[in-house]
């Protein structure tokens, strides 16, 4: 039986992380964009963005669908990659709840592909896309307890301010006083 990765909560900019992995709350195009997204591609500079073309001119031409996840060079980042996963859009008429879970499960798994054992995680669509900040966290912790496995052995929540930091360590203590 393999460890559960140990998970942290990092109040701070991923940009920054010193990770094997960071994963980019990407939009479909994989070509850069505003929030988390834009601040990856300008930190990390052009290699990132030359190789997301190379996977929009293959196998991702129609851009990479919601709750999937694909890597990259992390570029000038002091991560190693950079795994880009699509979050939905929430939306109160329609649970998405299982493609939010799906982007973390898939980040967990090309992370671990790449032999990745720290990953650096931001609130993914809790920005622009919506989804609420309690069951975003709620959410994530779960799918991370559930699917990290591998050479992962560490998982990094980065929040960018300290409301975002203070209820994911709420649905953090939750989590754990559940399992």
Not at 48 to 74: F, M, N, Q, S
Not at 75 to 102: F, I, K, M, Q, Y
Request: hydrophobic share 40%; proline share 4%; aromatic share 6%.
């Amino acid at each position: 039986m393999t460890s559960r990765p140990s998970i942290v909560l990092v109040r701070g900019d991923i940009t920054e992380q010193d990770t094997d992995v960071i994963v980019n709350a990407a939009n479909s195009s994989l070509l850069g964009g505003g929030g988390v997204d834009g601040a990856i591609h300008r930190r990390g500079g052009p290699a990132i963005l030359d190789e997301c073309r190379k996977l929009r001119a293959g196998h991702y031409g129609r851009g990479l669908p919601t709750g999937r996840a694909v890597a990259t060079t992390a570029g000038n980042l002091a991560a190693r990659w950079v795994v880009h996963t699509v979050g939905p859009v929430h939306s109160p008429e329609e649970d998405r709840s299982g493609l939010l879970a799906s982007c973390y499960r898939e980040s967990l798994r090309v992370a671990a592909e790449l032999g990745a054992e720290t990953v650096a995680f931001p609130a993914i669509s809790t920005g622009i896309y919506g989804w609420p900040m309690d069951d975003g966290a709620r959410i994530a912790i779960r799918t991370v307890r559930e699917e990290a496995a591998g050479p992962v052995r560490e998982v990094r929540f980065v929040l960018f301010d300290q409301a975002a930091y203070e209820v994911f360590a709420t649905a953090l203590a939750a989590g754990s006083a559940e399992g």
